[in-house]
């Protein structure tokens, strides 16, 4: 695909995201997103084509194929993201999928800095390996692992169609699965001898899990901030309370703000009932503690 028609296929699909409104916002119709985007470029696409999006270079595939086509990724998230990581911090992606955020965090934690990026799914964590080599990352660390409340063995369900929806356990999920090692970041950052500053976690329903498979790790750092997608539905189906993983975070000293999509980086508040009646969307939520002792 020449430049000039990537230019043009970017410029009507951000026209008609923004003018047809919420009936195709990314979050709430991230499938019907990727369903187009997989239309519009999957007969001119070659997997061994790469691309640059922002500055940063991404292989060609079917797992690229919606930056390709919008040219970024969740842009509110990711203006959040460069204004809240510094240089010098340690920070986890969990659920990193090909790597868009895993590239941000590394421009911005700097090379006194590290991100340890996690993607249990084989195939997308080959792209995402290829992302940080295409990119001379020196200062990221990538990881086939799933993050749990525990380590072991798993099955690890694939959506097969939406390659960024698969799910740890899933309880409806059940035909398409594979064995996957899982870890927890408490045991994690032992092995490693680690303090985190910041955690983006997208994993579909399991970031419960993993958030209560880092509590030592919370508890030792104050100043951590996480971004996480919250969707009830997703942590109702691999087996965890949407409500107690709310009443965690708010026993742990979080304070919990939507990332408004609608105004870049921006935050606004909303009620925990709101957020357990949460049913067609997907919104990203923003946790942070204030620095008084907890």
Avoid at 89 to 113: C, R, Y
Avoid at 129 to 142: G, Q, Y
Wanted: charged content about 30%; overall charge positive.
């Amino acid at each position: 695909m020449s430049n000039i028609k990537l230019k043009a296929l970017r410029l009507v699909s951000k026209f008609l995201m923004k003018t047809t409104g919420n009936f195709l916002k990314r979050k709430q119709f991230s499938g019907l997103t990727y369903r187009v985007a997989d239309f519009l470029v999957k007969n001119t696409l070659s997997d061994d084509k790469i691309f640059e999006i922002q500055g940063f270079k991404m292989k060609g595939g079917k797992t690229t194929r919606l930056p390709i086509l919008m040219g970024d990724v969740e842009p509110s998230t990711t203006e959040l993201i460069k204004r809240e990581v510094k240089n010098g911090m340690i920070a986890f992606d969990l659920g990193a999928n090909i790597g868009w955020f895993t590239l941000w965090l590394s421009k911005l934690v700097g090379e006194v800095g590290h991100v340890f990026s996690f993607e249990p799914n084989p195939d997308v964590f080959e792209v995402l390996k290829e992302n940080v080599k295409l990119n001379k990352l020196s200062n990221v660390s990538v990881f086939c692992l799933a993050v749990s409340n525990k380590s072991g063995i798993a099955k690890y369900s694939l959506n097969p169609k939406q390659e960024a929806a698969n799910r740890l356990e899933s309880s409806t999920m059940t035909e398409n699965t594979i064995d996957v090692e899982t870890i927890t970041l408490d045991e994690f950052c032992e092995k490693h001898n680690l303090k985190f500053d910041f955690i983006k976690m997208d994993i579909e329903g399991s970031e419960p899990k993993a958030f209560e498979g880092m509590k030592k790790s919370v508890s030792s750092n104050p100043k951590i901030k996480i971004v996480m997608e919250f969707l009830p539905s997703a942590i109702n189906d691999v087996g965890s309370s949407p409500e107690d993983f709310i009443n965690s975070l708010e026993q742990s000293g979080f304070i919990i703000k939507e990332i408004d999509e609608d105004k870049l980086g921006k935050l606004k508040s909303i009620k925990k009932d709101e957020l357990l009646k949460i049913k067609n969307k997907r919104p990203n939520l923003y946790c942070y503690r204030t620095l008084k002792k907890l």
